[in-house]
């Protein structure tokens, strides 16, 4: 076993040998330009391209027309939702989202609001869940779009996308929805779920860094963005710029894996998954975050009470997380996500958030939970607040001088 | 960001953790910060009858740089006198674990604890709490 050991494969993943291998002729080789239609070199990118459009594709029950490559998912979450703010600008200007989105999402939502746009942003019930009926009361005759997350990067849980859609469809809006973590980990089908726009990265799913795509569907309806950036016309209009052909390789292949191994990979995933958080809920004090039945097979988000995050990272020497306490930024605003699930901040500045991948082991995991539970039960003994919950003091009771 | 030498070793090997009897008229006790900042410090001295700190002891919820600086702090005020004490300024703290600007919040209520203990103390004993000069929030 190497250390540090990687589990925070929600912010990023390491590229599988296997993407690497497929990219690399595109780099030196194969280099040519997929606009180039009068030479072999353009032909053989465009193949690629157009090879890797069919494995994207078939990752999420698409045809190869419907994706649109972009620099990965904040781009497509920006082309999704102020390239239908600007298309269907005539027949609407309203757009619901929801309170645990990702910054992409909520910021090009900002941004619609500045140019006139009215944005909902819905709040989540405390297992992370968007209310359906709460959703449906929102909708307005202007209501153009509704964008809510697949799985949520912070606590996994996964939204019930199908209902969203219908909702949405029922009420004449598209249906948006940033899958960046949740394509290539779990099934995911536009047809199925009714899917109107969708995003995904290819860096989340074992893939390279700087490429993703966006799903835009073609058939029933036909879905329309305004392009965002302006140049030769790629990508149907939708997206100039160079394909970034060895990245959209890797991307293709990456989603080829994930297809491929997706349903034993769940499964050992959430095995692994499942004993690490048994072990840790052994811990006096210890809560996990979000739903624990409709969540991603990989995520674990647990707050540990009287202990700080970021401290508690520090004593977890050689594993990479993350955790929802912010003591680093100027702010010291822990995580918006657990506070909207009705955390206190307290319990938001306490959690740890474990991201399992392809490559993570069970002696890793078993060396996790070892270190944890030390770091946990050593931190303790220097909280004074564990202290006093130790002697039966209410901490509501004390008049605290917020700083 | 990385951590200094200094932090991971006050971090790593805390000196004197732990709890002295805050019912003794002897010890002084403060408690700053809040949970929900993610910071939460105590600090206690024990004085004897010159006026001079004999024991420190300090318990901290917070980030490495949380737990260092008071761990610094209790380190300094053994066998300083009460004076003296009062006189430790949060950016010498600063200085000794070079906190980077995002942490000098650590420092200061580092020294708002040691304050906070004094004028615990001085209650105790029937004396007015020095009025602190600056006020850092």
């Known amino acids: 076993m190497n250390l540090p050991i990687y589990l925070d494969n929600n912010a990023t993943t390491p590229m599988d040998p296997r993407v690497l291998e497929a990219m690399i002729p595109y780099f030196t080789q194969k280099f040519g330009n997929a606009a180039s239609r009068n030479h072999h070199f353009g032909w053989v990118a465009e193949e690629a391209v157009d090879y890797a459009r069919e494995q994207v594709a078939k990752?999420?029950?698409?045809?190869?027309?419907?994706?649109?490559?972009?620099?990965?998912?904040?781009?497509?979450?920006?082309?999704?939702?102020?390239?239908?703010?600007?298309?269907?600008?005539?027949?609407?200007?309203?757009?619901?989202?929801?309170?645990?989105?990702?910054?992409?999402?909520?910021?090009?939502?900002?941004?619609?609001?500045?140019?006139?746009?009215?944005?909902?942003?819905?709040?989540?019930?405390?297992d992370g869940l968007v209310d359906l009926e709460l959703l449906e009361q929102s909708i307005t005759p202007e209501t153009i779009l509704v964008s809510i997350m697949y799985g949520n990067n912070e606590i996994g849980v996964i939204q019930p996308i199908k209902e969203i859609a219908a909702i949405a469809h029922k009420h004449g809006a598209l249906f948006m929805t940033d899958a960046t973590q949740a394509v290539g980990k779990i099934p995911v089908d536009v047809n199925a779920d009714g899917i109107d726009l969708l995003a995904?990265?290819?860096?989340?799913?074992?893939?390279?860094?700087?490429?993703?795509?966006?799903?835009?569907?073609?058939?029933?309806?036909?879905?329309?963005?305004t392009a965002q950036m302006d140049g030769g016309g790629h990508e149907r209009g939708m997206r100039s710029g160079t394909l970034n052909v060895p990245g959209i390789v890797g991307l293709g292949k990456a989603c080829e894996i994930a297809r491929l191994e997706m349903d034993s990979e769940a499964q050992r995933l959430s095995a692994m998954r499942d004993r690490l958080e048994a072990s840790l809920s052994e811990l006096e004090e210890s809560y996990v975050n979000g739903n624990v039945q409709h969540r991603l097979p990989h995520v674990a988000n647990i707050s540990f009470k009287y202990v700080e995050g970021e401290g508690l990272m520090m004593a977890m020497k050689d594993l990479a997380v993350s955790s929802g306490s912010a003591c680093t930024s100027a702010s010291l605003e822990p995580s918006y996500v657990l506070k909207s699930l009705g955390l206190s901040d307290d319990l938001a500045h306490s959690s740890i958030r474990f991201g399992l991948g392809r490559f993570t082991t069970d002696e890793e995991v078993d060396y996790a939970i070892e270190v944890t539970k030390k770091a946990v039960t050593h931190l303790r003994e220097l909280s004074p607040l564990w202290e006093m919950f130790k002697e039966g003091i209410d901490l509501n009771s004390i008049e605290w001088a917020e700083h | 960001m990385a951590y200094s030498d200094k932090v991971i070793d006050h971090y790593t090997n805390p000196r004197n953790v732990g709890t002295l009897d805050k019912s003794s008229h002897k010890v002084g006790t403060g408690l700053v910060g809040a949970p929900e900042c993610g910071d939460v410090m105590r600090l206690q001295i024990e004085v004897d009858d010159n006026n001079v700190i004999t024991d420190a002891k300090f318990k901290t919820f917070g980030c490495g740089s949380a737990i260092a600086s008071s761990s610094l702090a209790t380190e300094w005020l053994k066998g300083k006198s009460i004076d003296d004490a009062m006189a430790i300024d949060n950016m010498d703290i600063v200085e000794e674990l070079a906190l980077p600007p995002v942490k000098i919040h650590c420092s200061v209520l580092a020294e708002d604890a040691i304050k906070a203990a004094i004028n615990d103390y001085r209650v105790k004993n029937g004396l007015e709490p020095i009025e602190l000069e600056k006020s850092h929030h």
């Open chain 1, 59 to 126: 990752l999420i029950g698409a045809t190869e027309k419907e994706i649109i490559f972009t620099s990965g998912a904040t781009e497509s979450d920006n082309l999704a939702i102020k390239g239908v703010f600007e298309m269907y600008k005539d027949k609407g200007n309203h757009i619901i989202t929801a309170v645990t989105e990702h910054k992409a999402v909520l910021d090009a939502c900002k941004h619609v609001e500045k140019l006139g746009g009215k944005v909902t942003y819905l709040p989540v019930k405390e």
């Open chain 1, 200 to 225: 995904l990265s290819a860096h989340k799913m074992y893939g390279p860094k700087g490429v993703g795509a966006l799903y835009v569907r073609r058939k029933g309806p036909r879905v329309k963005v």
